[in-house]
Nanobody, 126 residues
Framework: QVQLVESGGGLVQAGGSLRLSCAAS????????AGWFRQAPGKEREFVSA????????YYADTVKGRFTISRDNAKSTMYLQMNSLKPEDTAVYYC???????????????????WGQGTQVTVSS
């Protein structure tokens, strides 16, 4: 059992930055792959970024590549998403997720994750 809690969301001006955190508890977080997803009003949940639990390999959606950086601090059982050069289209509820067993080919699929946080709102104004 893993509990995930996101924080760091808020209102930011276009071009600005925001850092999201996902704190995990309940199990050894270092053994889990973890990722970020987002969902805007009227749209389906989409993959944003992921990081593996072993080597810490990172993956990004094309829409955020070069602007967002995912990282994790296993000693703190926390994952981060540094978001730079934010755009209004980044506005969404951001969710962190963790998976016990997941392949690289499934990291972009939300249905393959086992645990989810409650979400944190990110609003980017123009």
């Amino acid at each position: 059992q893993v509990q995930l809690v996101e924080s760091g969301g808020g209102l930011v001006q276009a071009g600005g930055s925001l850092r999201l955190s996902c704190a995990a508890s309940g199990r050894t977080f270092s053994n889990y792959a973890a990722g970020w997803f987002r969902q805007a009003p009227g749209k389906e949940r989409e993959f944003v970024s992921a990081i593996t639990g072993g080597a810490g390999i990172t993956y990004y959606a094309d829409t955020v590549k070069g602007r967002f950086t995912i990282s994790r601090d296993n000693a703190k059982s926390t994952m981060y998403l540094q978001m730079n050069s934010l755009k209004p289209e980044d506005t969404a509820v951001y969710y962190c997720a963790a998976a016990t067993f997941i392949s690289v080919g499934h990291l972009r699929q939300g249905s393959d994750y086992d645990y989810w946080g409650q979400g944190t709102q990110v609003t980017v104004s123009s």
